[in-house]
């Protein structure tokens, strides 16, 4: 019954190893969303997709990137881990493209912790 | 400037008491407005939209003054329940994205 689920749920890696995490949706939605939330709370989107289309891809490093097999799916890679990549990483899903007050519903997030 | 800018708290309040948030942002273009409650540990999940007439859903009022770029949260008879961080987020920019305020955290005690 879950809505929006990632999986892994917590992700413990090394320094310079390459990871993903995985999204999926079952709200029928067009649109899903990468937010990642920092050590101080502060959420901010990274990417966006619609329909399988990238159409938000904010300032992130070339390290991460992320894949839409379909329009139920989206997948976040992360190549060459730094310390700095620590922090939970949510994934997002709502019916339309930044319209009007369409609700996003997230997921439980990825708590990724780089050592 | 942050793009949405929130008091952190926390707020210490006893049950019952009716506590208030304010938030404001920087980008008079911002078109769609709402308040988010992210439970320690948890995803955010929508708390209601704040509508430019003001609306309220039982205990919880919203208010938006687009002049003064200005949004609050109003929480009445807070319960145990309500102890959570409350973010105050705008839709805009060039691709119409979520901009999130970083919170203010709510503990109601007994």
């Known amino acids: 019954d879950t809505a929006v689920s990632q999986t892994p749920k917590y992700l413990v890696t090394q320094m310079g190893n390459d990871k993903s995490i995985k999204c999926e949706q079952n709200?029928?939605?067009?649109?899903m969303y990468w937010y990642k939330q920092d050590s101080k709370k502060f959420l901010k989107i990274m990417f966006s997709?619609?329909?399988?289309?990238?159409?938000i891809n904010e300032t992130v490093p070339n390290r991460f990137s992320p894949k839409s097999p379909d329009k139920a799916h989206l997948n976040l890679h992360i190549n060459s881990l730094e310390l700095g990549d620590s922090a939970v990483y949510f994934c997002?899903?709502?019916?339309?493209?930044?319209?009007?007050?369409?609700?996003?519903?997230f997921g439980p997030g990825t708590r990724l912790t780089v050592l | 400037r942050k793009e949405v800018e929130q008091d952190p708290g926390p707020f210490n309040v006893p049950e019952g008491a009716t506590v208030a948030f304010n938030c404001t942002y920087s980008?008079?273009?911002?078109?769609?407005f709402f308040w988010y409650r992210q439970d320690c540990r948890k995803e955010p999940k929508l708390l209601m939209s704040?509508?430019?007439s003001g609306n309220e859903d039982g205990r919880f009022t919203a208010q938006l003054n687009r002049a003064s770029q200005y949004i609050s949260l109003l929480i009445r008879d807070s319960k145990l329940s309500d102890s959570a961080t409350y973010l105050c987020?705008?839709?805009?920019?060039?691709?119409?994205?979520?901009?999130f305020g970083t919170g203010t955290l709510l503990a109601v005690q007994p």
């Open positions: 997002a899903s709502s019916p339309l493209a930044g319209q009007g007050y369409n609700e996003q519903f």
């Open positions: 709200l029928g939605h067009d649109t």
């Open positions: 997709y619609n329909n399988k289309e990238l159409i």
């Open positions: 980008n008079s273009a911002s078109q769609s």
């Open positions: 704040v509508y430019s």
């Open positions: 987020v705008v839709r805009g920019g060039a691709t119409n994205k979520l901009i």
